[in-house]
């Protein structure tokens, strides 16, 4: 759990190191394309690039020659840094939380969002997505949802996760393969039926297909939005 929530919590810092490190303008701004960023529609969210230039390697993998990268702990092997993939992930959340706050017009305390934390399924990198006001759709159909999950054993629109009256609820769309919860990761688990919705707490496991995942809370509670109603669809998809 503390990889994908480090990830976001330290990436800020990561990007004044950056600086420090003397990191051109320049090759941030040619990085931030790398990391899927619309620039330069996007410059206010450079400091992700910078970010993503001066972290180091994670705890476990290596460079091993010829544009490879190998996590000594599972052997997964990849031809792309490490530092890219957490940081483009940090770019798409941080997108989605701007986009909301500019269509809400308030800002969010990003250390009272609650997440949800996963290994990424191909490399193992560990992943974070935002839980943010209201329903958050969860699926492979990118554009279509708001957490996109890489695995062919979801639905295009698979579950949902909403924050609802302070309580996280969780759905599941009518999926093929379903979606259930357990008490932790690693623990036998519950699969609800179709439309069912079933409140989350701090540190569950859930299933959504195959791919794991657990809801981190953290201690400052829950994000409230003056004036925003729950009910109905969110502001970042119509369904």
Not at 133 to 149: E, F, H, S
Not at 189 to 194: D, P, V
Request: with cysteine.
């Amino acid at each position: 759990r503390a990889g994908g929530r480090s990830a976001a919590a330290n990436a800020s810092a990561l990007a004044t190191q950056g600086r420090a490190a003397g990191i051109r303008h320049e090759d941030a701004y040619r990085h931030a394309k790398e990391l899927g960023m619309n620039m330069p529609y996007d410059v206010d969210l450079l400091w992700i690039a910078e970010a993503s230039l001066a972290m180091p390697l994670p705890h476990g993998w290596k460079e091993v020659g010829g544009g490879h990268y190998l996590n000594n702990g599972n052997g997964v092997k990849t031809h792309r840094r490490p530092q890219t993939e957490i940081c483009a992930n940090l770019y798409r959340e941080t997108r989605r939380k701007v986009d909301l706050e500019e269509a809400l017009g308030t800002t969010l305390d990003e250390s009272r969002l609650g997440r949800i934390l996963l290994l990424d399924p191909a490399s193992s990198i560990p992943l974070f997505h935002y839980i943010l006001p209201g329903r958050n759709t969860i699926g492979k159909a990118a554009g279509q949802v708001d957490i996109c999950l890489a695995s062919k054993a979801c639905s295009k629109v698979h579950a949902c996760i909403e924050l609802r009256h302070e309580t996280y609820l969780l759905s599941d769309l009518g999926s093929t393969n379903g979606t259930a919860f357990g008490e932790f990761p690693g623990t036998a688990s519950t699969k609800l039926a179709s439309e069912e919705e079933m409140e989350v707490v701090d540190g569950q496991l859930i299933l959504i297909g195959d791919v794991e995942c657990s809801l981190a809370l953290t201690e400052g509670g829950i994000v409230a939005v003056e004036g925003y109603s729950e009910a109905g669809a969110s502001p970042r998809h119509s369904e």
